[in-house]
């Protein structure tokens, strides 16, 4: 598997870019480039990565094309349908977005979100963005969500085969999907049920981590890889079983010193569980 996060520095040309991958020792990066640049520029950047080895892992998408405000979902769906083409051009592992909220915040919960009539709704766009585009070097793919579909392995499943695409595939963020004790508790085994019953589609996955706090009712935190409950040498051995380029990839920590020391924990996990990083 290949290890990326955030840069910190200069990444304006191809060149600093790829110094700034190498400094952090990442073989994976978040795509560099906007839509908006010009095709001499984009396509210098995809020979740079090529040239370096670096996995181009995910452009992201993030918008909410299932908003109940039509403005705003005939702009989300725009925005997908320009960063999927994008993911399609640069040849990343995968165009990333959530399926989307049915409240005003694009990403927050709603008493709509898990029904019957939102996952089709989710089903009608992400088969209008991939047959808008047509890709056949990247996919589009729906974040797992704590509140939002998809929010378990079967209900991934299910979205595959009901948008039935091949342009289709699954990122996948389990500490997005640990929203309960049992979960929490038995994280290797949850993490065993996604990659027996997702791992076809996988294209990229993010590597964060989830705290259950002792206060009631319940509260669960995002934190740092390593200071929470996910049982990250299952996730590591579970990985390492797929393509040696599926991207992991460090987020939504608060400074560059915190992805170090993220990194450092996912590098320490890695050899003690025989998998290369």
Aim: some cysteine.
């Amino acid at each position: 598997m290949r290890l990326g996060g955030p840069l910190f520095g200069d990444c304006s040309t191809p060149e600093k870019w790829i110094g700034e991958v190498r400094r952090k020792g990442y073989s994976a990066a978040f795509c560099p480039i906007n839509a908006g640049q010009s095709e001499e520029d984009i396509q210098a950047f995809v020979r740079a990565a090529a040239d370096a080895n670096i996995v181009i892992a995910e452009v992201g998408a993030w918008s909410n094309p299932i908003s109940p405000d039509e403005a705003t979902r005939k702009e989300a769906m725009e925005k997908c349908k320009t960063q999927l083409a994008l993911a399609e051009k640069v040849g990343a592992r995968c165009c990333v977005n959530i399926a989307g909220s049915r409240g005003q915040k694009w990403d927050g919960p709603h008493p709509d979100n898990l029904s019957d009539e939102t996952r089709d709704l989710i089903v009608e766009s992400v088969r209008e963005i991939i047959d808008t585009v047509n890709p056949t070097r990247t996919v589009y793919s729906l974040e797992t969500m704590p509140w939002a579909l998809p929010d378990s392995p079967d209900s991934y499943l299910r979205l595959i085969h009901a948008i039935d695409r091949e342009g289709f595939g699954v990122h996948l963020d389990p500490a997005n999907m640990i929203n309960c004790p049992k979960r929490y508790y038995h994280s290797g085994d949850f993490l065993r049920e996604c990659f027996q019953k997702l791992s076809p589609w996988i294209g990229s996955c993010h590597g964060k981590d989830i705290l259950l706090h002792a206060r009631l009712t319940l509260h669960l935190d995002e934190v740092r890889p390593g200071t929470g409950g996910l049982d990250y040498h299952v996730y590591l051995e579970e990985l390492g079983k797929l393509s040696p380029d599926i991207p992991l990839m460090l987020e939504h920590l608060p400074s560059e010193e915190e992805y170090d020391r993220a990194a450092d924990f996912l590098r320490l996990v890695a050899g003690e569980v025989g998998v290369r990083l």
